[in-house]
């Protein structure tokens, strides 16, 4: 079936440290994915995309790698801030002629002051 | 340019009654999705609507139905609610189907 699955549902890190949170995807028809932060009772906030025709996207503090032989996706941020505390969802989209969004269970990053 | 708002931000309602949420896109985005997201869980897709026509379904009954107006808002209607319809219904729109996709705050549904 389909599925996007997230490694670790909790991630700790000290602040200013590099955070590297995984996700591994299913489908290998797969071209298009995102990574969303979701704060407590807010909507998800894109952070970052990548197309299948890339392996790595970089943006302001944040990298996305992808790796299509592994179907592998992770998102690195680099000098961690309280404020990046909350859960981290990747999404995949799968359905070819749909912007259908299949997300995985998320990740929750905890920074320690 | 305003983001993608929705409305209302709470509601409550009875096993049996039905909902009407609304989305207002982001301004220029013509494609609307529509989200369900159970506590602790990720999103799950209900559908999208792509310049007024529906553009792909998940796995939600048919008491789940949707509308997107010519100003590309849209709304989901849940009839026969459900004690399981209690979540948190997130809208989100794009430029197009098939580019980045934005949230709004989403409405949070209580059906006791």
């Known amino acids: 079936g389909e599925s996007v699955g997230l490694h670790l549902p909790t991630l700790s890190v000290q602040e200013g440290d590099n955070s590297i949170i995984n996700c591994a995807y299913s489908n290998s028809a797969s071209d298009y994915f995102i990574w969303y932060k979701q704060e407590s009772g807010k909507g998800p906030q894109f952070i970052i995309d990548i197309r299948s025709n890339m392996d790595k996207r970089q943006g302001q503090r944040v990298t996305v790698l992808l790796n299509k032989t592994v179907k592998h996706l992770s998102l690195q941020i680099a000098a961690t801030q309280p404020g990046d505390s909350a859960v981290y969802f990747c999404a995949e989209n799968s359905s070819g002629n749909t912007g259908k969004l299949i997300f995985g269970q998320g990740t929750t990053l905890q920074v320690k002051p | ?112």
């Not at chain 2, 209690?86 to 006791?112: M, P």
């Open chain 2, 1 to 112: 340019e305003t983001g993608v708002t929705q409305s209302p931000t709470h509601l409550i309602k009875t096993r049996g009654q039905q909902v009407t949420l609304r989305c207002s896109s982001q301004s220029g985005h013509n494609t609307v999705s529509w989200y369900q997201q159970a506590l602790g869980q990720g999103p799950q897709f209900i559908f999208q609507y792509y310049r007024e026509e529906e553009n792909g379904r998940g796995n939600f009954p048919p008491r789940f139905s949707g509308l997107q107006f010519p100003n590309y808002s849209s709304e989901l209607n849940v009839n026969a609610l459900e004690l399981d319809d209690s979540a948190l219904y997130l809208c989100a729109s794009s430029l197009i189907w098939y580019t980045e996709a934005f949230f709004g705050q989403g409405t949070r549904l209580t059906v006791v």
